[in-house]
């Protein structure tokens, strides 16, 4: 099978570099890759003005250094930022951009069950 629309989650803390190599090897013609980035719970503040600037570079970097990682793993890359994972408004995004691959790296512990949900559907 030929993927042209992979889908990557991912936690913004995580390393993203395993799965986006899986990637590159099973579908090395991808049209669009879709990355879903959930924002850690200790870096979710980082989206508040009042954060200190130190958080929000912390975070930043990490958003640059997914977005380096991502760079040529599809012939369009787009990344979307989520405080948490639901899994019907990321099905609803999934059936939007016709996705025909998911791909899950580093996600907190309850996101094994929160993947197989999403790939039942």
């Not at 870096?43 to 958003?63: H, I, K, Q």
């Not at 995004?93 to 996705?99: E, K, M, T």
């Not at 512990?109 to 039942?120: D, I, N, S, V, Y």
Request: charged share 20%.
């Amino acid at each position: 099978m030929k993927y042209r629309r992979p889908l990557l989650i991912v936690s913004l803390d995580g390393d993203a570099r395993a799965a986006l190599g899986t990637i590159r090897r099973v579908a090395p013609q991808a049209e669009r890759l879709l990355v879903v980035a959930c924002l850690p719970t200790r870096s979710f503040a980082w989206l508040n003005v009042a954060t200190p600037l130190e958080g929000r570079d912390e975070s930043g970097m990490a958003l640059d250094a997914l977005r380096e990682a991502a760079r040529g793993a599809a012939a369009t890359v787009d990344i979307e930022l989520l405080p948490e994972l639901h899994l019907d408004a990321l099905a609803a995004l999934a059936a939007a951009a016709r996705i025909d691959l998911l791909v899950a790296a580093a996600l907190p512990l309850g996101g094994l069950a929160f993947t197989a949900g999403l790939r039942a559907r």
